[in-house]
């Protein structure tokens, strides 16, 4: 990172800000293409709280999926908090920011009970707090991808 002063060190202010994001942007590669989506996502934590696991539900079939199917590596960005800095002088406008950025190996999930983990992650990350149960049916109609983050930093810049 550039901008050392600026980089987030604590895991739990990390994790905070993926709390805290409403969306993050899924970075793929599509053939010789760039290609990127906002999704929503939950995520869980390993057992020493240090590794996490984002999933993201959807289609069983599109670009998104065929993207991961040809090359699993994947990078994704959270921002929680964005603000325009304006100011008198048109180069010294800023952006005030907290954010994460990450990279892993995605894989689609076929197993039902890893497909349900994923949608308890996601439906405890925006607040449902209601019974945990899927119909068969409908397991069968969602894809669950799931990322084994091995890199992921936050960065900030607040007044």
Not at 46 to 52: A, Q, S, T, V
Not at 110 to 117: C, G, H, Y
Not at 119 to 137: D, N, Q, R, T
Request: contains cysteine.
């Amino acid at each position: 990172m550039r901008r050392k002063e600026r980089e987030i060190t604590d895991f739990e202010e990390i994790i905070k800000i993926l709390d805290e994001s409403n969306f993050l942007t899924l970075a793929m590669i599509n053939g010789t293409e760039p290609y990127s989506v906002p999704v929503n996502f939950g995520y869980k934590l390993d057992g020493d709280r240090k590794r996490i696991q984002i999933f993201i539900h959807g289609a069983t079939e599109g670009t998104k999926l065929n993207c991961i199917k040809n090359c699993p590596r994947v990078s994704f960005s959270a921002v929680s908090y964005s603000e325009i800095g304006e100011n008198k002088e048109p180069c010294a406008w800023t952006d005030f920011y907290r954010s994460v950025c990450g990279k892993g190996n995605a894989s689609i999930l076929e197993d039902a009970d890893e497909k349900k983990e994923g949608l308890i992650c996601i439906l405890k990350k925006y607040g449902y707090k209601g019974p945990s149960v899927f119909p068969a049916i409908m397991i069968k109609k969602v894809s669950m991808i799931r990322i084994e983050v091995d890199d992921l930093t936050g960065k900030f810049h607040e007044k």
